[in-house]
């Protein structure tokens, strides 16, 4: 199966952007639908955004709707999270996740990365 690695976290203001990066190894990343999930400090993961295998269709939590873009350019084996206007309850460890093409629609994803931390400064 196909090994994720989460990089582009840090720290940034209130209203900044940051890209997460998530590098897929292993196997084919084009036959994998990708998300993206966070976990703040005392508080469970929650779904950010998802996007099917091919990168055609997305989907967002309401949460961060018009703010981040989810897309994957698997001739890189890659996938990203461009995230704007961040704000403090952006603040969070960022996981990217992959698994068989369907689970875009359930978002019962089975491989997961290590996360990357995103801090948020008001």
Do not use: H
């Not at 590098?23 to 994998?32: K, L, P, Q, V």
């Not at 703010?67 to 890659?78: E, H, L, P, Q, V």
């Not at 969070?92 to 290590?114: E, P």
């Amino acid at each position: 199966q196909v090994q994720l690695v989460e990089s582009g976290g840090g720290l940034v203001q209130a209203g900044g952007s940051l890209r997460l990066s998530c590098a897929a190894s292993g196997r084919t990343f084009s036959d994998y639908d990708m998300g993206w999930f966070r976990q703040a400090p005392g508080k469970g993961r929650e779904f950010v955004a998802a996007v099917t295998a091919s990168g055609v269709a997305t989907r967002y939590a309401d949460s961060v709707k018009g703010r981040f873009t989810i897309s994957k350019n698997n001739a890189k084996n890659t996938g990203y999270l461009q995230m704007s206007s961040l704000k403090p309850e952006d603040a969070a460890v960022y996981y990217c996740a992959a698994d068989r093409i369907g689970t875009y629609y359930t978002l019962d994803f089975g491989i997961w990365g290590q996360g990357t931390q995103v801090t948020v400064s008001s």
